[in-house]
């Protein structure tokens, strides 16, 4: 049955608050979402779909979240395709009885919030297979963008990247610390530009909201100066290990290998 085509007749508002987001950085992203309709008095057995959509984009990923009488997500909801900061959300609900493929509700802009997204931000990484030898990963700074390149020979890599938790204890800090070593020693920059969507602005912010004291990098250091580097250096683990301990990555490892065969 094809959904192309949705009539738009006498659908209604699904209000914001029948929906909880929760948006995970990855990479790859990742999201879940609960959705409550049983307000709505929508048919029983009517599809819910949740769609992932970008300005800008004219990709859309739809994800098929059972009927209305039991809602299911998807057990994969990641987000392959869609590499956009400036995501949002459409929570549809489609006739498939009286008139299939007939829009009877529609939440729509439904965005992540600063609250709703884990670390807070999303996509400070773009991802990306590419031919490394014997390296697993490594990080490749454009002007743009900071790209986690993987190496394109290892088999699902990009599921171990979002799922393995061995994988991500021994990667996200130590990304944390090449990107902040970079930004603040290499670049020699520690406050945000204001009103910039710049990497190196979305990354200081991402690393204050995440330092224990909410501290910006110490203003003075530089890499000519033995004491301020030092300082620079605490700063940057303080914040790789708040990550870690925000994913409780150690605690991850543990809970997998007690469960592995």
Known sequence: MSWRRLNFTERRSIPKNAVRLCVHPGPPRTFDLEVDLTAQRFPADARVFVEVVAAGSPLIERYDFGTVQAIAPVSDCTIRSITSPRIRFIVKVVDVTDRPGRLLGILD?????????????????????????????????????????????????????????????????????????????????????????????????????????????????????????????????????????????????????????
């Open 109 to 261: 802009d439904l965005r992540p919030t600063r609250d709703q997204v884990e670390d807070a931000r999303v996509s400070l990484l773009t991802t990306e297979l590419v031919p490394l030898g014997e390296r697993v990963w490594r990080l490749f700074f454009a002007a743009e963008e900071v790209v986690l390149q993987l190496n394109d020979a290892i088999p699902g890599i990009m599921t171990k990247v979002a799922a393995d938790p061995v994988f991500a204890g021994l990667l996200y800090p130590e990304i944390v610390r090449q990107v902040l070593e970079r930004i603040v020693t290499a670049e020699g920059i520690t406050q945000p530009e204001a009103g910039s969507n710049h990497w190196t602005s979305t990354w200081l912010e991402f690393a204050q909201l995440c330092h224990p004291e909410g501290l910006a990098p110490p203003e003075a250091a530089t890499a000519s100066m033995s004491a301020a580097r030092d300082e620079l250096d605490q700063w940057i683990s303080e914040v790789a290990d708040a990550v870690a301990e925000h994913w409780q990555l150690a605690t991850r490892i543990r809970s997998h290998e007690e469960v592995a065969p």
